[in-house]
């Protein structure tokens, strides 16, 4: 064995993610030239994004707005169903025993989609803190959230998919006090593995927080055509 | 390409696999051989594993009984220290970016530890409902929790993982009523993937539910002893 091998497994592992990339990198060109805004979700099992995805799609889906989904799970079309009374166009992608989702999926759920009639598509990994991290889908924004029932520990314990990510939720706010939960320490967990990180509050339950999710998520997208339209 | 090949990641994934399945066994012996009744421990991040292993540890480490830990996280050695405050020997393991403990891991923490001068062993898995499913640990006994707050239909989301587990454990029963918990729900899905599998219901915080589960705990150690000797 030569001193410079590289072992077999981390091997095939770097081909995939090369190859994840590469169709990611091709799936932003593509959202970017059909003015679609792509949001992807990740956390832990049952920290509420099909329920705060639900709430989303619904305010958004008013006229104004023309938003989709794709939803990631091992198995059942559970969630593509709930997301669908939003009225919103979703689809469900199952992955059998994989704990993430790839760009390639994401390409191939889209395929018959007409991405210039959507303004906003909303991509809901598969629960899982950890396998999600390494995987570009080549969405414009990755949030990441965090349930007040899980513990304020968490982004201490799975550094890489918090660090990764681009603006933390805190969900379930509901239960903040039921919970004890301890915000503080949850923003100053979530500042130690990725400094600066906007946190937002949000309650699917109530709505409390909804609004300010809306308006920054709206912002973030008029910012991200201009930003695309004045390029040369 | 010949019609049956294997593809390399599929092949590499299957070699991991049958080296851990080897690990896995030659530790079962070990266990058995001196007397360790051994307990893994699955789970979704925040659904309570480590509160309610310190629970376990702190009724167990009594004096009667001598039980020891080993807690798998990708980074931070904060469970150990929750657990080690029970008393009982407690061990770290750290494994990065693995989404899963391999048996190899268990393997190296107990290393130099006396498994004779202990009557339980417990392994609290990376918090992760989809990794852990196909590495064998060398456990007599796989449990897999479900807090009430998750949703009660994570078993049909992730079936693998509810499929190979031994006891479903439902926890954080004190917050069933805040999130308006079904019970029945939770016990058809759970049944759905794994008939017939034994479910116990759990508050470590409250404690309802603790005797019960350590009850069934020493009646599984006396059955798995007595089974044991008895053997020729």
Known sequence: MSPVSIPRIVQVRRNILKRNDEVARALRLRFAEAG???????????S???????KTLTLLNNGAHHPAALVGDLATG??????????????QITTGTLCHLEAAMVENALADWSLPDLDFLFIENVGNLVCPSSFDLGESLRIVLLSVTEGE??????????????????????????VEFDGAAAA????????E????????KSGAGMNDWLDRLLALRA??????????
């Open 36 to 46: 679609v805004f792509v949001v992807s979700l990740v956390s832990s099992p049952g």
């Open 78 to 91: 559970n969630d593509a169903a709930r997301l669908a009374r939003s009225g919103a166009p979703v689809r």
């Open 188 to 195: 100053r967990n979530i500042h130690s593995v990725a400094p």
């Open 153 to 178: 520990d968490k982004p201490l314990k799975y550094p890489p998919i918090f660090h990764g990510a681009d603006l933390a939720l805190v969900t379930k706010l509901d239960l903040a006090d039921a």
């Open 197 to 204: 990180m906007p946190i937002l509050y949000v309650s699917s």
């Open 48 to 54: 509420g994004k099909t329920a705060f995805l639900e």
């Open 223 to 232: 910012r991200s055509t201009t930003s695309a339209t004045t390029e040369p």
